[in-house]
């Protein structure tokens, strides 16, 4: 039997964990376009991630043009050129060169408004966890549905805000990307030995 928490009204608690962990990134689509309905449900998601407190600075815009998604895989490519004069792993044949499709699949930009941040005593970037979450959240649904899809943050960002009218204050994330996988993934994490720590950082504290 499936185990839930008492009153909490949620998944099953063994639901949620092999859907995270079976989580990829897909680059590479087919020509089969993602129902309205799917994207409804997919941006629905987004909409539903958490934000310091509920201030919801993020903003979806859902690219259907071919010309503006043409306009953005040409970026895409350019944005790859240029990190690549500096970096050879983003020339052809490196190990991060591939420039991700922009044609075929949903996509869905992520932009984030500064001011809708709180003001804590340091320089506060909550409006960018959120967009985080919600891109983590967008994600996972579109795996849930059977769909694959992969966030694409390497762009040339003023003049990607430029091909989508995003205004110059705020911060252009990415492309969400999703539609059905013309791929198979698999990936490996570490394991929580390495990452997790109990009480402190290890290593000896630093004298008074």
């Not at 943050?153 to 003049?159: A, D, F, G, L, S």
Request: proline share 8%; charged share 20%.
């Amino acid at each position: 039997m499936t185990a839930t928490p008492e009153g909490a009204g949620g998944p099953p608690l063994d639901a949620l964990g092999p859907l995270m962990r079976s989580r990829r990134a897909i680059r590479r689509f087919d020509d089969r376009p993602v129902p309205e309905e799917l994207v409804s449900e997919i941006l629905e998601a987004a909409r539903w991630a958490p934000s310091p407190a509920n201030r919801q600075p993020t903003r979806f815009i859902h690219v259907r043009d071919a010309a503006i998604k043409q306009r953005l895989q040409d970026l895409a490519h350019e944005s790859k050129d240029l990190s690549g004069y500096w970096d050879p792993i983003f020339r052809v044949g490196g190990s991060s060169a591939t420039v991700n499709d922009l044609l075929r699949p949903t996509v869905i930009a992520v932009c984030a408004d500064p001011a809708k941040s709180l003001t804590n005593v340091h320089a506060d970037n909550g409006f960018e966890w959120a967009a985080a979450m919600s891109i983590y959240a967008m994600w996972l649904r579109a795996h849930s549905l059977g769909l694959g899809g992969v966030f694409v943050q390497h762009w040339i960002t003023e003049k990607a805000k430029a091909i989508l009218n995003v205004p110059l204050a705020w911060t252009f994330l990415g492309t969400f990307t999703c539609g059905y996988a013309a791929e198979a993934k698999s990936g490996e994490r570490l394991p929580l030995a390495e990452l997790v720590s109990t009480d402190r950082f290890p290593g000896d504290p630093r004298p008074a």
